[in-house]
């Protein structure tokens, strides 16, 4: 058991500690966030038709990276329990086994990138916007692969405690996306002029650099616990990975591919409720990054209290405390400057008004969102990882959105209606993870990985 890692005797001391993961990541993931804002509010300066194009092709590529990227989080409950237990050797091998799997998924990920134009033909998508989704689809998927194995190191030495390497990464990255993004758009400083497709040649380039200041920030950290190569290719630990993380990655990507879907209904509202849509949802992502810092620095947490025999009941009630506070920060900011919010991304009259009535309805998911996404990050850590999937399920696919559609179609309420569908999801999402995290606790029950 590593000695460094103990139970807080009082929640002060306890919130101080989370804290001291959290704030590291939310920083970075703020700063992940600062490149899509960037890239949206670049691209919005051609138009609501070049806006409205690279909405519909991040709709498409993120609905399934997501999907990748949460299998990847298979390694956080391993990492996180064996650097608990002080075993340096399971932490080694979890992080070539999740190398491995990085590459496994990155193969679908590629190839449902170069079927984004039929794809979204099938789901009934503006017609005109199409061609150029599709070629700013292919073009991302350039940087599948280095994203992919960026995400496993990320994941890996947060579950060591490490916070900074992927916010320092973060933060450095918006600096060469904010230069190629300007330069590849509109050809300056000798570059072509790509216009909005120049923005997907950044983002793909961009990859490969913050996986490289990724390398160079935890060298020291990779020697320290690299073992032979061969083990990344051992199918008993590729399979342990893939065992947590595929329940992971799927009730992430039930989340998302929610948001996904209630992103289609609106395009079928128009192309002026897409780019609206597209304002509004980074705008709620920009403040989500915040839940889910908390929510990583939750696992990585309760993973090494667990791994450490430690008691983490504590731990997990004062990470749902501080993501509940946070969401509300944001929420009332939201709630109270729509308008001023909005227009930070487009000057649109149209798409100006319905941004302000969609913003003041996500101030209203915010402290769900903070719940249940801390909620989740905490049962990730005591390697509880399948009911929380069924959950999402329950909360999303069988309340929220059919009670959105019926809100936006059956009564006319429009894009809002789709939008309050997702806050009575969310609601019911956090009502039943809370539930589950008291009955853990309870219980005392945790599938220790090993």
């Known amino acids: 058991m590593s000695d460094a890692i103990r139970a807080s ?5 306890e919130m101080k500690v989370i804290w001291g993961l959290a704030w590291p990541v939310v920083l970075g993931l ?11 509010t670049m691209v919005g300066k051609l138009g609501k038709e070049a806006l409205a194009s690279v909405a519909l092709a991040h709709l498409w590529c993120f609905s399934l990276v997501v999907l990748g990227r949460g299998i990847l989080q298979g390694v956080d409950p391993i990492v996180t329990q064996a650097h608990g237990a002080g ?5 080694g091998f979890a992080f070539q086994e999740g190398f491995a799997v990085a590459l496994l998924v990155s193969i679908p990920l590629i190839a449902w990138h170069f079927i984004a134009a039929p794809g979204l033909g099938l789901l009934s998508q503006p017609a005109d916007r199409i061609p150029d989704a599709a070629a700013f689809s292919r ?8 994203m992919m194995l960026f995400n496993n190191m990320r994941q890996c030495v947060q579950g060591l405690g490490l916070m900074r390497p992927a916010a320092i990464s973060y933060v450095l990255i918006n600096f060469f996306n904010v230069f190629l993004n300007y330069g590849l758009m509109n050809g300056a400083w000798g570059m072509p002029e790509l216009g909005a497709i120049g923005c997907a040649w950044s983002t793909s380039i961009c990859m490969f650099i913050q996986l490289g200041i990724m390398c160079f920030f935890v060298r020291g950290t990779l020697r320290e616990y690299w073992v032979s190569p061969r083990t990344a290719w051992n199918w008993v630990g590729v399979g342990r990975v893939l065992r947590f993380g595929i329940p992971v990655g799927f009730q992430i990507g039930f989340e998302v591919w929610a948001f996904v879907t209630a992103g289609i209904f609106v395009g079928w509202l128009g192309e002026t409720e897409l ?3 597209s304002v509004s949802l980074n705008m709620a992502s920009v403040s989500f990054m915040m839940a889910l810092g908390v929510s990583q620095a939750a696992t990585t947490r309760v993973g090494n209290l667990i791994g450490a025999g430690q008691e983490w009941g504590l731990a ?3 990470s749902i405390v501080m993501g509940c506070l946070l969401m509300t920060c944001s929420g009332f900011v939201f709630y109270n400057c729509p308008e001023t919010l909005a227009q930070l991304y487009t000057r649109d009259a149209d798409v100006l008004k319905i941004a302000v009535v969609l913003i003041p309805i996500a101030a209203g998911f915010q402290i769900f969102d903070g719940i249940q996404n801390v909620a989740f990050g905490i049962l990730r850590g005591a ?6 999937m069924a959950i999402t ?3 999303l696919w069988l309340c929220g959105l059919p009670a959105g559609v019926a809100l936006a179609f059956h009564y006319d309420k429009g894009a809002p209606g789709i939008w309050m569908g997702l806050v009575i999801g969310l609601g019911i999402m956090s009502v039943l993870l809370i539930w589950r995290v008291r009955t853990i606790i309870r219980r005392g029950v945790v599938a220790v990985a090993g």
């Open 383 to 388: 390697g509880d990882v399948r009911m929380p």
């Open 9 to 13: 005797e009082t929640p002060r001391q």
């Open 87 to 91: 075993d340096k050797e399971r932490v």
């Open 393 to 395: 399920g329950v909360g």
């Open 30 to 40: 703020l700063g992940h966030m600062g490149t899509s804002v960037v890239d949206i």
């Open 139 to 146: 073009v991302l998927a350039l940087g599948v692969v280095p």
């Open 316 to 318: 997990a009630w004062c």
């Open 275 to 277: 780019a609206a849509h």
